[in-house]
């Protein structure tokens, strides 16, 4: 007689493995087989309403709420890196509390749902300790589309582009490889939550916004393109002091709380400009301007309104940038044949995703 029992275990590939143990059983012709059952691990964006879910997720939130009962209860929002999910642990809230912290990989045993009200989520049934041969961390992670070697190669042709001595003099001092400030901003996010959040991010950003600046300032009269160029590339730069990355976790620095990344990024530029010899005053004031009203709006946190050609054109490609970067963070999470993404905040509203043919060779070679 073979008795045969399942044990749960840590997920591991391939998509099943069975046999853990053969035990001796009572009598010389019975054995125990106990069976290990591994859920293949999934995107979080091909998961369906009623998936049973066993892998490892990374925690992107945690935050304790109350329950009506007068206990609490866990709430999550767990990742990889085709999107997030919020999740609910209602019973062992301490003990979940001290895996399931900002940034940390955990085994996430539970339920997929789609609630008629609130969306997805995920019903947690069980939290694990995450096993380091069962995940790599990079697929957990969000990332730019493209290598961050091509975008600093990028960055510095555009760099060198800018004319002025002055002002490719700060630049080198802020963005320059030698610089003791590129390897924050080469690594930093440009967000936490809606566009380029994740590493590299605020490069990304920087540079799209910078090379849309460049190509518009040869369209419209009047743009002094140099100031622009230099403006575009520094707008963000206060981010570096606003934002930390703790692990995989991104979170708001006291300084980002208390001063905000608009002034840590006036101050900045105001500092690195005091140190070079003979800077344009007007050159100053251009650039401070653009920094400080970026933003475009009070109620957006800017302490004043873009008033300058140049800060207009910066603030419009940085809204533009910003909004654009929503719709690939909104790509990366929609599932197969799927073309409208869910409402979302950034946007206010949904994504439509239009399939795109692809161009035939006499095409090609005709462009």
Do not use: C
């Not at 500092?271 to 970026?294: C, N, T």
């Not at 719709?327 to 979302?344: A, T």
Request: charged share 25%; glycine share 8%.
């Amino acid at each position: 007689m073979v008795r045969v029992t399942a044990t749960p275990s840590p997920p591991v590939p391939p998509l099943m493995t069975a046999l853990a143990s053969i035990t001796p059983a009572p009598t010389p012709h019975t054995v125990t087989v106990r069976v290990a059952v591994y859920l293949e691990p999934m995107l979080l964006r091909d998961a369906t309403d009623g998936t049973d879910l066993d892998q490892v997720l990374l925690v992107r939130e945690v935050e304790r709420r109350p329950r009506r009962d007068g206990g609490e209860f866990l709430r999550l929002t767990l990742g990889d890196r085709s999107g997030r999910v919020p999740a609910m642990v209602w019973d062992g809230v301490r003990e979940a509390s001290e895996l399931a912290y900002t940034g940390a990989p955990v085994r996430v045993i539970g339920r997929y749902v789609v609630h008629p009200r609130y969306g997805p989520q995920v019903t947690v049934r069980a939290l694990r300790p995450a096993d380091p041969e069962t995940f790599e961390l990079e697929d957990l992670l969000d990332r730019p589309a493209r290598e961050v070697d091509l975008m600093e190669i990028d960055l510095r042709e555009l760099i060198a582009t800018v004319q002025r001595p002055p002002l490719r003099a700060l630049l080198e001092r802020i963005l320059g490889p030698d610089a003791a400030s590129w390897p924050a901003f080469r690594d930093a996010p440009a967000a936490k939550y809606y566009h380029q959040a994740y590493r590299h991010g605020l490069l990304e950003h920087s540079l799209s916004v910078s090379q849309a600046v460049s190509a518009i300032s040869a369209t419209f009269p009047g743009i002094d393109r140099d100031v622009a160029v230099t403006g575009a590339l520094l707008h963000d730069i206060g981010k570096l002091d606003a934002y930390t990355r703790e692990g995989s976790a991104i979170e708001l620095t006291d300084d980002g709380r208390l001063q905000g990344e608009i002034a840590l990024g006036y101050y900045r530029v105001r500092r690195e400009i005091e140190s070079i010899d003979d800077f344009p005053v007007a050159l100053e004031q251009a650039l401070a301007h653009i920094v400080l009203s970026h933003h475009g709006t009070l109620e957006h946190g800017s302490p004043v309104l873009p008033a300058t050609r140049e800060a207009t054109l910066v603030h419009m490609a940085d809204n533009l940038g910003g909004r654009l970067g929503s719709f690939d963070r909104l790509e990366k999470e929609l599932r197969e044949g799927e073309r409208w993404s869910g409402f979302d905040r950034a946007l206010g509203g949904g994504a439509f995703f239009a399939e795109r043919e692809e161009p035939e060779p006499a095409q090609l070679d005709a462009a």
